[in-house]
């Protein structure tokens, strides 16, 4: 393909004054203990050095910098200010009203202390987990800093999932606190979040207390005793906290995630070399010049992304950021750009799906901003197809600003795979290399290194610092995930290729996991929300090649008999379509809804009983259906295409 020779050597202007250079492949390549050990040392401060580097005499368990103590609220604070820069600013923050704040890194320490003791004062202690559900606004950053000053694990969850899904969280985490909002702004309305809280907690709950932010000022549910006003009890409390100094391995958050099965995982992580890599990878791979630069990343904290590249990673390197609570549309479609030329943004991080987006409604509109500030962008969450690459190198890049397309995981905290900007000459679509210290390649079934031009499955053949530490609660299934596939090799997940180069060209999930606008759904799941209904039987869930969202959610479904003589009218049908999207958004949230949903008499099957997926996937992407013959009984293909087409006929 002509797009894989394409390539954009880094000018030599940028190049020169880069923080990246190429000699720390050299370094990592020759001594990569003794390199990350470096990094820990540069972009860390340690209240207790450490002497140990690694130990993995616990495989598949890391111990990182294991003797050293420290503090991420310390780190990602105070020491800036104590550095003299507390006047800079930290977030500038943009509500999707339009109201604004203004953040430094001296007000931040002041807001994080106080919620430090707000918390305390709730009877929070060092290894308590506290729940994070909120939207994004300054009190996210500040309450997930303030679980880690006083040495709690905090567990955000998305504010666009439900109560179920926040119920099921707060009870595997075991969380002793909530922290939460009324509600936030989207689309130009206030929405709620509190009573999602109020109903995750019904029955038995671990939690004591709820604090709720006053963010929009709608009208709430009270439960008194439990529930308390965030500024009622940071507005009191003292501005001085001592942050607690605790062990590199100490769990510094526990974030949920979708896998193969029904139930999500809680993938932990730890403190000191979740940092290191997350400063490190933050600071080459963007470029980051903290006196000058201004970065953002459109990420909501729910995620990995905001963790890692809107909280730690970015405030442990002391810049200066944008944080932003909308949508791209509201009130109007180029309210990214406007605020780009706004706050003269700099350095740039969203996801392919919003750049197809973007895409879709035309340069015209980023056209009318000014965004000759911008001069490195990322892209993360999927792969971006080359054709999105170059519109976001020439519409918004103008031409010149280097793109990384960076690869990584929830599971592997940090950035590992991707160019860095002034040394690599980029390819559109390509994350190609693994940053230095970074181990990684493609094999094939028997765990064999593929050679360039050849395709196999993603793995990592060294720990590194960032990496999770497990599943919370449930060692086993973190072995059994990551670690069964290939004899020690980390095994991510995904289908790749290495090109003639040896870059690697990311294909894609290879197991039942899908990528919708870069959030990760699993299709058990689902299914599982879909059969918990009443009219359904059974479903099978795949992922389909969609233009904006990379794929799109389908579900097969056989309903109950006494329903699916109704189903058979099309009243009956949108009506039973409209009752089951919302009761999977019930169920996990909006974001997993089914784009489509089709009614069928029979699922393919192997012998063995288990969903012939790809099958589906063909008829779900209308492409003729390939291999049916490991199918139990041949004929289920014609009777569902048949069914699909009389209806699309009526
Ligand atoms: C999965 C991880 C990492 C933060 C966002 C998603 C896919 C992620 C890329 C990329 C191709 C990518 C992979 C991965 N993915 N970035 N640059 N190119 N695929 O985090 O929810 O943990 O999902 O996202 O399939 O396994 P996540």
């Known amino acids: 393909m002509l797009t894989e020779t394409r390539s954009f050597p880094p000018a030599p202007e940028f190049a020169a004054q880069a923080n990246a250079q190429a000699h720390l492949y050299n370094e990592a390549a020759n001594d990569r203990l003794e390199f990350w050990a470096h990094q820990a040392r540069t972009h860390v401060t340690w209240k207790t050095p450490f002497t140990e580097t690694l130990d993995w005499s616990n495989a598949p368990v890391a111990r990182w910098f294991g003797d050293g103590t420290l503090n991420a609220a310390y780190n990602a604070v105070d020491r800036h200010v104590a550095a003299g820069n507390g006047d800079r600013v930290a977030l500038h923050f943009e509500g999707e009203p339009g109201d604004t704040r203004t953040v430094t890194y001296a007000d931040l320490q002041r807001e994080v202390s106080r919620a430090a003791n707000a918390l305390a004062s709730l009877g929070v202690t060092t290894g308590d987990r506290v729940v994070i559900y909120l939207p994004m606004i300054v009190e996210a950053v500040v309450a997930m800093l303030a679980c880690a000053r006083i040495g709690a694990t905090h567990s955000v969850v998305f504010g666009g999932f439900s109560a179920d899904a ?143 590249y809107v909280v730690y990673g970015p405030l442990l390197n002391g810049a200066t950021q944008v944080i932003y609570e909308g949508t791209p549309d509201s009130p109007h479609q180029g309210r990214w750009w406007e605020i780009i030329e706004k706050y003269k943004v700099s350095l740039f991080y969203t996801a392919p799906t919003a750049i197809r987006t973007c895409m879709k409604w035309g340069e015209d509109i980023p056209n009318k901003y000014d965004l000759s500030s911008l001069r490195v962008l990322g892209s993360v969450g999927e792969s971006i197809n080359p054709e999105a690459w170059m519109w976001y190198r020439r519409v918004i890049g103008a031409n010149t600003a280097p793109i990384v397309d960076t690869w990584w995981q929830t599971e592997t905290g940090a950035i590992m795979i991707s160019p860095l900007p002034g040394v690599t000459a980029t390819k559109p679509g390509s994350a190609q290399r693994p940053l230095p210290g970074i181990s990684a390649e493609v094999v094939n079934d028997s765990a064999e290194a593929v050679p360039n031009g050849s395709g196999g499955y993603l793995v990592l053949t060294e720990p590194w610092p960032a990496m999770l530490r497990g599943i919370w609660g449930d060692l086993e299934r973190y072995k059994d995930t990551y670690w069964s596939r290939f004899e020690g090799l980390y095994f991510a997940g995904d289908g790749a290729k290495k090109d003639e180069d040896g870059d690697i060209w990311l294909l894609g999930r290879v197991d039942d996991v899908m990528n919708v606008s870069g959030h990760r759904l699993s299709t058990m799941e689902i299914e599982s929300a879909l059969v918990s209904h009443d009219f359904v039987a059974e479903a099978a869930v795949v992922g389909a090649a969609d233009d904006t969202t990379g794929q799109a959610v389908v579900a097969f479904v056989i309903l109950r008999e006494e329903h699916a003589q109704n189903a058979g009218t099309a009243e009956g049908s949108e009506s039973i379509q409209i009752d089951l999207r919302n009761h999977v958004a019930k169920e996990i949230g909006p974001i997993a809804k089914p784009r489509t949903i089709l009614v069928v008499p029979e699922l393919p099957k192997t012998r063995s009983g288990k969903i012939m997926r790809r099958l589906l996937r063909d008829i779900a992407e209308n492409r003729t259906v390939g291999d049916a013959t490991t199918l139990a009984d041949s004929s289920v293909m014609d009777l569902i295409a048949s069914g699909l087409s009389s209806k699309a006929r009526s």
């Open 166 to 308: 926040l119920r099921s969280r707060i009870a595997d985490a075991g969380a002793k606190i909530v922290i939460t909002a009324d509600g936030g702004f989207r689309r130009g309305k206030a929405s709620a979040l509190k009573p999602a809280v109020d109903e995750a907690l019904t029955g038995d709950s671990p939690v004591e207390h709820v604090v709720v932010v006053r963010r929009t000022g709608q009208e709430t549910a009270w439960a008194e005793g439990r529930d308390v006003w965030w500024h009622d009890i940071t507005e009191t409390a003292d501005i001085e906290h001592t942050p607690v100094w605790v062990e590199a391995e100490h769990p510094l958050f526990i974030l949920y995630t979708s896998g193969t099965t029904g139930k999500p995982k809680g993938i932990l992580h730890t403190t000191g070399g979740y940092l290191t890599q997350a400063a490190y990878t933050h600071y080459n791979v963007f470029d980051v010049k903290p006196e000058t630069d201004v970065y953002w990343c459109t990420a909501d904290i729910g995620w990995i992304t905001g963790h890692s």
